[in-house]
């Protein structure tokens, strides 16, 4: 088994690189995913919430209001990192049972585990005993992010901001990269690139 971080800024084009590698073959593992199975209805994590920010992030089917959320986390370190604390661990538990479920079917498989906080806090020990074969980084400047958000998104200005304002930068991202996809020009571009490193990833295994 080959296990591949996916990671990169917001709107950097994590989604469409994981999709294209799945539709290849590989196994993918989405972390956003993940955290929101961490907080459905009944789990303990959505208890812990509550319990942090009050009933007003509920919506009224008693599901977690992610906008309300947002909003408050997004503007506020200190909250950030409380909701940080409540999601990973659960987050880095359902990993370890993606992974082992994924080894168990077959053991040539290629997981991709997209992770947009790879190199912040609360995720970044992962690369330490999860051992990925290698760290594969989505790259498009800020600036373009910014505009896809507003534009296919349709974030305010401000919000975009703020999300990229959480998120480590651009540089320290390469800094972790072994493989760095261009996501700067068009979707063709990309998927030509993630073809190329299918192609790299099967002919080692
Ligand atoms: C605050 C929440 C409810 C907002 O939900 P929303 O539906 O608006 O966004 P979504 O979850 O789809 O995330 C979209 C993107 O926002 C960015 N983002 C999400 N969480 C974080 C975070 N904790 N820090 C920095 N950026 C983040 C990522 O680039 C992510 O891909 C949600 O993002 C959340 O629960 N975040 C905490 C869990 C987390 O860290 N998730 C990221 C992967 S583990
Ligand atoms: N060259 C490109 N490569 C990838 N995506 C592109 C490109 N050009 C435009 N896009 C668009 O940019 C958006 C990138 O979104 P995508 O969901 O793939 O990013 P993401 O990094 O997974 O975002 P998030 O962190 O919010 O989960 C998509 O709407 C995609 O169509």
Redesign the pocket.
């Known amino acids: 088994m080959q296990l591949i971080a996916l990671t990169?800024?917001?709107?950097?084009g994590?989604?469409t690189i994981g999709k294209k590698l799945e539709e290849l073959g590989a196994v993918r593992i989405d972390?956003?995913q993940?955290?929101?199975e961490?907080?459905e209805p009944g789990s303990p994590g959505l208890e812990l919430?509550t319990q942090r920010f009050g009933g007003d992030?509920l919506s009224e089917n008693g599901e977690?209001n992610?906008?309300a959320?947002?909003t408050?986390?997004?503007n506020d370190t200190e909250a950030?990192n409380d909701?940080?604390t409540?999601?990973?661990p659960e987050?880095r538990r359902l990993l370890v049972t993606g992974i082992d479920r994924a080894r168990q079917n077959d053991l040539d498989s290629v997981v991709v585990y997209e992770?947009?906080?790879l190199v912040?806090a609360?995720?970044e020990n992962a690369s330490e005993d999860l051992n990925f074969d290698a760290v594969v980084v989505a790259d498009a400047p800020a600036e373009l992010r910014v505009q896809r958000m507003i534009q296919l998104r349709g974030m305010s200005e401000d919000e975009a901001r703020q999300?990229i304002a959480?998120?480590a930068s651009d540089e320290a991202r390469r800094a972790i990269a072994d493989v760095l996809i261009d996501t700067s020009g068009t979707e063709d571009h990309t998927i030509h690139q993630v073809e190329e490193l299918w192609q790299q990833l099967t002919r080692q295994s």
Do not use: C, M, T, Y
């Open positions: 990169g800024g917001i709107a950097s994590k989604s972390a956003d993940l955290a929101r961490a907080v919430i992030v977690l992610r906008a959320l947002g408050i986390v997004f950030l909701l940080n409540i999601v990973h987050v992770v947009p906080l912040e609360g995720i999300r959480n998120q």
